[in-house]
Every structure is written in C-alpha cells, then in structure tokens.
C-alpha cells in the first residue's frame, strides 16, 4: 500500500458561472470558459528527473539529477460575487424568454474597481458559452456609453 498525490479542480458550486469558468474536458486541458482561455497559466509545467531502478522496478530518486524542476501553475482569482451571478442568470434566462431573443449576455462591473462582479450568456440553442469574453462585437446602441467614455 502506498499512497499517492492527485491534484484535481474543485467546483465549490457548480451551478454558479459554470459557463464562464468552465470545466477541464477528458483530457484534463481547459475545455471551455476560463480554464480554456487561461490553460496555460493554469496548468503549470511537469517536471523531468533521471530515476534510477533496481532489478525489482522499485525506484530510486536522485535529487542530483533533476533535468527540470517542475513549475506550479498560477492561481486566478476570480471577483464574481455569487447572489449577484445567480441574479444575472435568472434575469438573462427570463429576458430571452419574454423576448424571444436568441441570446443575450449580461455582464456587472464595479464601477469603481473595474472588478467583474457577474457575467452570464445564453442563446436560443441552450448554449451558456461566455460570448461576452470570447467573441468580439461592434459597438450598437447598448455600448455606444462605452465607446464614448
């Protein structure tokens, strides 16, 4: 018996912006939302070392000959406040129904921090990927505030 460290991802609530952080596919990459887009920061970098065995197979460890140490991935912190993203999805989820839009996104800042504090996206097809931060749009009449300030 031995034991052995596995690191994985935690979801504290997976229902809450699930879209926008995302989740890791099969693969343990970034398969959609945040993990995707920040993979790299995330993920880190393996280690590689010279490991001697003996006759049985069992392993032996030289600290003197690390080929490359490994390197921990970063930690992101995220600023969304979750009553407020439960809010933002119910209202998005409900304004699309009254509608009859085919999406629709909603995004809440700080207005003092910048600090994104809800994003929630939808579309017609049943579709929560985070179109906000992952597609570009021309400023309409919803942003022109934004363009002008």
Do not use: C, N, W
Not at 47 to 62: F, W
Not at 82 to 97: F, K, N, V
Not at 119 to 133: I, Q, V
Request: no cysteine; charged share 25%; aromatic share 4%.
């Amino acid at each position: 018996m031995h034991l052995e460290a596995v690191l994985s991802r935690f979801y504290p609530d997976p229902g809450v912006a699930r879209a926008t952080i995302g989740r890791l596919g099969d693969d343990e990459l970034g398969g959609s939302g945040l993990e995707k887009t920040l993979d790299t920061l995330l993920a880190g970098r393996s280690g590689a070392a010279v490991v001697l065995k003996d006759r049985a197979g069992r392993e032996y460890e030289s600290p003197a000959r690390v080929i490359a140490a490994p390197v921990p991935g970063l930690d992101v912190v995220l600023t969304l406040d979750a009553e407020l993203q439960e809010i933002a999805q119910r209202a998005l989820d409900d304004a699309l129904r009254r509608m009859d839009a085919d999406g629709g996104d909603v995004v809440m800042l700080d207005p003092t921090s910048g600090e994104v504090l809800a994003l929630a996206s939808r579309t017609r097809e049943g579709s929560a990927r985070p179109s906000a931060f992952t597609d570009t749009f021309e400023p309409g009449s919803i942003a022109k505030i934004f363009a002008a300030a």
